[in-house]
Nanobody
Framework: QVHMVESGGGLVQAGDSLRLSCAAS????????MGWFRQAPGKERELVAA???????YYGDSVKGRFTISRDNFKNTVFLQMNSLKPEDTAVYYC?????????????WGQGTQVTVSS
């Protein structure tokens, strides 16, 4: 059983920054692609960012240039640095894992952390 726990969400104003963290269990962490999905009421689930075991990254068009995904394989942790936050970024953010970026989210999911951005 693999456990993934997100933290770092909160209530901020437009233009502020947040850093989300996802701590995962398991010795195979470094072989997984890791990513962040978000879900807002009335909107479809969206893949925000992903990173392969080798460090290749993917970003959704809505966050490109503002968000940065990174990972620390020694600590089994993945991060999402979010800058220049907008009210449209308000959502529950979920940490996910997969065998590749193309199949991100098909292995494990965290419980989610709420990000709220006021105008």
């Amino acid at each position: 059983q693999v456990h993934m726990v997100e933290s770092g969400g909160g209530l901020v104003q437009a233009g502020d920054s947040l850093r989300l963290s996802c701590a995962a269990s398991g010795r195979d962490f470094s072989t997984y692609a890791m990513g962040w999905f978000r879900q807002a009421p009335g909107k479809e689930r969206e893949l925000v960012a992903a990173i392969s075991g080798g460090g290749t990254t993917y970003y959704g068009d809505s966050v490109k240039g503002r968000f940065t995904i990174s990972r620390d394989n020694f600590k089994n942790t993945v991060f999402l640095q979010m800058n220049s936050l907008k009210p449209e970024d308000t959502a529950v953010y979920y940490c996910t894992a997969g065998y590749s970026i193309a199949t991100i989210g098909q292995l494990y999911w965290g419980q989610g952390t709420q990000v709220t951005v006021s105008s």
